[in-house]
């Protein structure tokens, strides 16, 4: 039986490197590793650093309002939730039976007076501003509710 002295493996330049390439491609494979973890901790801690010092104050906040608003028909509601979809306003709804606008927008971007300056500038009075004889005179016959 042939037998293999200790010495003789470990000193056989082949062993060695057989043994520092598998060593090297280890710590290699632990280095990427490890940078790896590092960068998604970096972008984890600077996202969170981020959120805490946005200014929240500042972020769109939306109000619900209803406002009476006369009218009578279909055309009616088509005319005044047009009218009142302005730049800032993500819903307006208006109810022909109960005459109520639903009014969902950004105070910081539209007052609701706005909204209803523009509703009697087309012809239809609202609890704070009442339609000019000119822009009531305008609506169709069908829209007349005085």
């Known amino acids: 039986m042939y037998t293999v002295k200790l010495h003789q493996v470990f000193l056989n330049p082949e062993f060695i ?14 280095k990427t590793l490890k940078l ?6 970096a972008i984890t801690m600077s996202s969170v650093a981020t959120a805490q010092t946005m200014d929240h104050s500042k972020m769109a906040m939306t109000k619900t309002e209803t406002i ?17 979809k302005v730049d800032g306003v993500t819903k307006a709804e208006w109810n022909v039976k109960t005459k109520m606008l639903t009014l969902v927008y950004n105070p910081m971007k539209v007052k609701s ?15 704070k501003y009442k339609a000019t004889a ?10 007349k509710y005085r």
């Open 17 to 30: 490197k057989y043994q520092y390439s598998t060593n090297n491609l280890k710590l290699t494979k632990m």
């Open 36 to 41: 790896f973890l590092i960068a998604i901790l």
């Open 68 to 84: 009476k608003v006369s009218g009578k028909c279909e055309s009616c509601k088509a005319r005044i939730e047009k009218t009142a």
């Open 113 to 127: 007076d706005n909204v209803q300056k523009s509703l009697a500038a087309v012809g239809h009075d609202t609890p």
């Open 134 to 143: 000119k822009a009531y005179n305008a609506l169709p016959g069908c829209c």
